[in-house]
């Protein structure tokens, strides 16, 4: 497996580039819309530092729906540790529903994520003519998903983990990919398996959070992958080993033992080690995607949600004829987090699989120079 000028003057200079152009929405000024966006940037500098930086790699006119979907990715990611209670966690999601309806049909509620998301899309229906949109459903499923995340209910087995990425952090990046605008299969096919693997390396970087969260009554640091971090149920939490259920038992993993002897539980490292490497297949299955794009051949499998809400392609009338390649190529910075997570599977394995250790909850200082390796080269 394997930064002359201050820096408030340039973030300045970012936000009226990425906001300067765009069109309005209903009941919002330029001034609510740039508080938004301030809002946004700084929730992610906080608690999701990856996406922060990986921004950068995001074509200007996209930025602001990214930062905004990022955003709400992060809140989602918190109910669980900012809630008292199931009942009130569930009505936090709620409350996320009825924002995203209203926030489609152009009127947001006052909340700084939804009107940069309502900018956002209202800007994107010019720069498209109408032809381009946020999926609802999409917007939806990725709320639906984090209700699991209020209970710590185990996963099953590990195609139910995947299932789960799928619909968070993969859809996370097809409606990235929608903002630019682009719809195609070979970008969705590409985004499916990058963020399955961050989705899945998500999910063992908050493992110790969700089985200690008496040890961590903060939110997660920066960085730490917005996994969801654990459960308060009527105001007292309990912990949970966020593992599928049959990696567990092949390895012989019980989770009072966790609880009891944390990284030195019988198993839990060959438990672990089992999952990242399905997130590392999926990696390795993405840039052997890239290889056989570039020698001028197909994937080589096909997308296996093809056909599915969202996922039925149709070229546009008088539309510019790209191929596959040159649409990845051009979607690149939207698959940028695979070179995060690569960089997390590798520091993984460098410490033998230990979950527990503390530097993997630490932003990565190689993620800036990695990134912008990986997208001069269009190689992972």
Request: net charge positive.
């Amino acid at each position: 497996m394997r930064s002359c000028r201050s820096n408030r003057h340039i973030r300045h200079v970012f936000l009226k580039r990425t906001l300067s152009s765009s069109a309005p929405i209903t009941g919002a000024s330029e001034g609510e819309v740039q508080s938004a966006h301030k809002y946004c940037l700084d929730l992610l500098a906080k608690y999701d530092r990856p996406s922060y930086t990986l921004s950068t790699f995001i074509p200007p006119k996209t930025r602001p729906t990214y930062i905004a979907l990022r955003a709400l990715n992060s809140t989602l990611s918190l109910i669980p540790d900012t809630t008292s209670s199931h009942t009130i966690g569930l009505m936090r999601l709620q409350f996320w529903r009825d924002a995203i309806s209203k926030t489609l049909a152009g009127t947001p509620p006052k909340e700084p994520i939804a009107i940069l998301l309502a900018h956002a899309i209202a800007d994107l229906d010019r720069r498209s003519n109408g032809s381009a949109r946020l999926s609802r459903n999409w917007l939806n499923r990725m709320i639906s998903a984090r209700e699991q995340t209020l209970t710590n209910d185990p996963y099953p087995n590990i195609e139910t983990l995947e299932s789960y990425a799928e619909s968070t952090y993969s859809t996370l990046l097809y409606l990235t990919l929608s903002a630019l605008p682009m719809a195609s299969v070979t970008a969705d096919h590409v985004a499916s398996h990058v963020g399955k693997a961050a989705g899945i390396a998500a999910v063992l970087r908050g493992l110790p959070i969700v089985a200690f969260p008496q040890q961590a009554r903060q939110a997660p640091p920066a960085g730490a992958g917005g996994s969801g971090t654990g459960t308060q149920v009527g105001g007292s939490r309990q912990g949970a080993v966020m593992l599928p259920l049959d990696v567990m038992a092949q390895a012989g993993v019980r989770e009072e033992e966790v609880f009891r002897k944390g990284a030195e539980a019988a198993g839990l490292r060959d438990a672990v080690f089992t999952v990242a490497t399905r997130a590392s297949d999926h990696l390795i299955t993405v840039q052997q995607m890239l290889n056989n794009l570039r020698a001028g051949r197909d994937v080589g499998h096909d997308f296996e949600h093809e056909g599915e809400d969202g996922h039925k392609y149709a070229t546009a009338e008088g539309s510019v004829h790209e191929s596959p390649l040159e649409e990845v190529n051009r979607a690149f910075g939207v698959f940028m987090p695979a070179v995060g997570t690569r960089l997390w599977l590798d520091r993984l394995e460098s410490v033998d699989f230990d979950i527990f250790r503390p530097e993997l909850l630490r932003s990565d200082w190689k993620l800036p120079w990695k990134a912008y390796m990986a997208f001069r080269r269009k190689a992972f």
